[in-house]
């Protein structure tokens, strides 16, 4: 299985090799900064990033990471034993208390 893992990856990276677009240009080779020009006053000079919205996408991809750990134990759940429940509720109060940290931090608030 491991041998098959690997030689997706493998292919995948010899074929967008062989297939992917080979002209470079000085616009697709520039750093891209979330919309803004490097280059013309854009972030870096002496503007502020703001990392408001980093904050946000990590907190969307920890939920869905954690969506994605419970659905194995949604679809097993009739076979499984009691100490894989209080497993699952562990991990949910763990969760609830990162989420209450993000809402005392006022992470999730726009203004």
Do not use: C
């Not at 990392?51 to 750990?69: G, N, R």
């Not at 894989?84 to 006022?106: D, H, P, Q």
């Amino acid at each position: 299985m491991l041998l098959v893992a690997v030689g997706i990856g493998v292919l995948a990276v010899i074929v967008s090799a062989i297939l992917g677009p080979k002209k470079a240009s000085r616009a697709k080779l520039m750093a891209y900064e979330s919309g803004n020009d490097p280059e013309h006053g854009g972030v870096g000079t002496n503007q502020r990033f703001p990392v408001h919205f980093y904050l946000v996408a990590m907190l969307f991809i920890i939920f869905d990471i954690e969506t994605a750990f419970f659905y194995p134990l949604a679809v097993a759940y009739q076979k499984l034993i009691p100490f894989a429940f209080f497993e699952a509720l562990t991990f949910v109060l763990l969760l609830l208390v990162g989420y209450v940290y993000v809402l005392k931090k006022r992470v999730l608030e726009w203004a």
